[in-house]
């Protein structure tokens, strides 16, 4: 019997380099055309979010591991005013990761 969250014949591995900066890319991409307060957060905190662009894909592509890489891109939202999901805690994220 296969335990929850897995898939029979499919095994579970972790994100390449690649696929991290392909995540900041994608969500860079998203935040541009989609997030209307952009030139508010960097009015307010002075900080021009859009350059930043390649310190995180950076800080991406060095990361460790998954969780060092989800622990990046949950400050990458916090500095924009966003959080990730409290389902999506460090203390939740095995149980969460499991479903997938």
Same mark, same amino acid.
């Given at each position: 019997m296969e335990e929850h969250g897995e898939v029979a014949g499919v095994e579970r591995s972790s994100l390449t380099a690649e696929q991290k %900066? !392909? &995540? %900041? *890319?994608?969500?860079?991409h998203l935040m541009k055309e989609n997030y209307p307060y952009i030139k508010v957060s960097e009015r307010m905190t002075g900080l021009d979010w859009l350059s930043? /662009? &390649? +310190? +995180? *894909? /950076?800080? !991406?592509?060095t990361s460790e591991d998954d969780q060092a890489f989800l622990e990046m891109l949950q400050k990458l939202l916090g500095t924009w005013g966003m959080d990730i999901p409290r389902w999506y805690k460090k203390k939740n994220m095995r149980r969460c990761w499991d479903c997938f």
């Open positions: %900066v !392909a &995540d %900041v *890319e994608y969500l860079y930043m /662009q &390649d +310190y +995180y *894909e /950076q800080r !991406a592509a």
